[in-house]
């Protein structure tokens, strides 16, 4: 059964920095792109960041681009997200997803507030 | 960036009725979109992918439609269960976006 588990999610204050975790099972975690989509509250979905699976690309949303950065242990079946210079609107439930889209975490709630 | 335009924002629904959401792409996407169901406090899950193709475990009284720019998902039969957000997302070009969702709620 694929698992997708985010963590790191918290409090922070405009202008500081997060990482979150994502750690796959039940599937070959090096064998596929993965995706990080986030979601403010009682809003829509907005995809932000994709690896893919040998960490060759990445591809990111403006939004993020320049603030952000994907990456990828695959001895560790584990997804990273670096947060850095954190906004307001920022502020959302972040998601982990494999591949086409198909399997997505629970999601951690990241809060920027001061 | 490809625009998802999502109708009608909600939607409500008697159970047993056939019930129909659209979505229109603002540039031809040919059958890259897919769509997704969330309830509250949960992650999205998804329902159809390349327009038309229905993911493993989601009743058949799903299906989705159409290619280029107009797509459609459609209920047959609602169910009390199927109460919950829906999004329609392209994948035909970076960044991937969604519409901005369907809240379909049972009359």
């Known amino acids: 059964e694929v698992q997708l588990v985010e963590s790191g999610g918290g409090l922070v204050k405009p202008g500081s920095s997060l990482k979150l975790s994502c750690v796959a099972s039940?599937?070959?975690?090096?064998?596929?792109?993965m995706h990080w989509i986030r979601q403010a509250p009682k809003k829509g979905l907005e995809w932000i960041a994709l690896?893919?699976?040998?960490?060759?690309?990445?591809y990111y949303a403006d939004s993020v681009k320049g603030r952000f950065t994907i990456s990828r242990d695959n001895s560790k079946n584990t997804l990273y997200l670096e947060m850095n210079s954190l906004r307001s609107e920022d502020t959302a439930m972040y998601y982990c997803a494999k591949a086409h889209l198909a399997y997505w975490g629970q999601g951690t709630l990241v809060t920027v507030s001061s | 960036d490809i625009q998802m335009t999502q109708s009608p924002p909600s939607l409500s629904a008697s159970l047993g009725e056939t019930i129909s959401i659209e979505c229109l792409a603002s540039?031809?996407?040919?059958?890259?979109l897919a769509w997704y169901q969330q309830k509250p406090g949960k992650s999205p899950q998804l329902l159809i992918y390349g327009a038309s193709s229905l993911q493993d475990g989601v009743p058949s009284r799903f299906s989705g439609s159409g290619s280029g720019t107009q797509f459609s998902l459609k209920i047959s039969s609602m169910q009390p269960e199927d109460e919950a957000d829906y999004f329609c997302?392209?994948?035909?070009?970076?960044?991937?976006?969604f519409g901005s969702g369907t809240k379909l709620e049972i009359k």
């Open positions: 997302q392209q994948s035909y070009k970076f960044p991937l976006t």
């Open positions: 540039e031809g996407i040919y059958s890259n």
């Open positions: 690896i893919y699976y040998d960490s060759s690309n990445k």
């Open positions: 039940g599937f070959t975690f090096s064998s596929y792109g």
